[in-house]
């Protein structure tokens, strides 16, 4: 079965101060930034590792948002300059999992997928999901077997043909040669 439903996701990351009066750059890690950046939301400032909320910064109520780039710039309530911009630089920003969007139908959370059973579609075990990589051309499931081989296999819908979170089952059709790696 999926791993539990953390208290928290990671939402953006804070690069960098713009400009003197105390915005930001974000980079958005999520799939709606709409509702993540927009004025009157409480994000919390992540700690070193940035699962969890660090105690000492208080939550970030937004203020302003504005598109810049492939990103925002977001100026948060207290922060009234660049100076104070910068304690935050290179930290990630944290939303509370209730408050997050629902998800579309066939959606899933990664942390969901962690523990889950991986079998190709003629039933043929393949192992669990020990680890997810988000990175290009494809997010990769990290399969470990019985005997703690492991397999990137591609999240891709060509090679993933059904997710079962109540079962805890990942369906693939591998391309030949796939699991032989």
Same mark, same amino acid.
């Given at each position: 079965?999926?791993?539990?439903?953390?208290?928290?996701?990671?939402?953006?990351?804070?690069?960098?101060?713009?400009?003197?009066?105390?915005?930001?750059?974000?980079?958005? *890690? #999520?799939?709606?930034? /709409?509702?993540? !950046?927009?004025?009157?939301?409480?994000?919390?400032?992540?700690?070193?590792?940035?699962?969890?909320?660090?105690?000492? !910064?208080?939550?970030?109520?937004?203020? #302003?948002?504005?598109?810049?780039?492939?990103?925002?710039?977001?100026? !948060?309530?207290? #922060?009234?300059?660049?100076?104070?911009?910068?304690?935050?630089?290179?930290?990630?920003?944290?939303?509370?999992?209730?408050?997050?969007?629902?998800?579309?139908?066939?959606?899933? !959370?990664?942390?969901? *997928? *962690?523990?889950?059973?991986?079998? #190709?579609?003629?039933?043929?075990?393949?192992?669990?999901?020990?680890?997810?990589?988000?990175?290009?051309?494809?997010?990769?499931?990290?399969?470990?077997? /019985?005997?703690?081989?492991?397999?990137?296999?591609?999240?891709?819908?060509?090679?993933?043909?059904?997710?079962?979170?109540?079962?805890?089952?990942?369906?693939?059709?591998?391309? /030949?040669?796939?699991?032989?790696?």
């Amino acid at each position: 079965m999926g791993s539990e439903a953390p208290s928290f996701l990671v939402v953006g990351h804070l690069n960098k101060p713009h400009g003197t009066k105390g915005e930001l750059f974000v980079w958005p *890690l #999520t799939d709606h930034p /709409e509702s993540a !950046f927009a004025p009157g939301v409480a994000l919390r400032v992540g700690d070193a590792s940035g699962d969890a909320p660090d105690p000492f !910064f208080p939550p970030l109520e937004v203020e #302003t948002v504005r598109p810049y780039r492939r990103g925002y710039l977001v100026k !948060f309530v207290g #922060t009234a300059d660049r100076n104070g911009a910068e304690r935050l630089r290179d930290r990630y920003l944290l939303r509370p999992f209730e408050e997050l969007e629902g998800l579309a139908e066939g959606e899933v !959370f990664y942390h969901q *997928l *962690l523990g889950m059973i991986v079998e #190709t579609s003629d039933g043929t075990s393949v192992g669990r999901v020990v680890e997810v990589y988000e990175i290009r051309p494809a997010d990769m499931l990290e399969v470990e077997d /019985e005997e703690g081989r492991s397999r990137l296999i591609p999240f891709t819908k060509q090679v993933v043909r059904a997710v079962d979170v109540d079962s805890g089952r990942v369906v693939i059709d591998p391309p /030949e040669g796939l699991l032989d790696l």
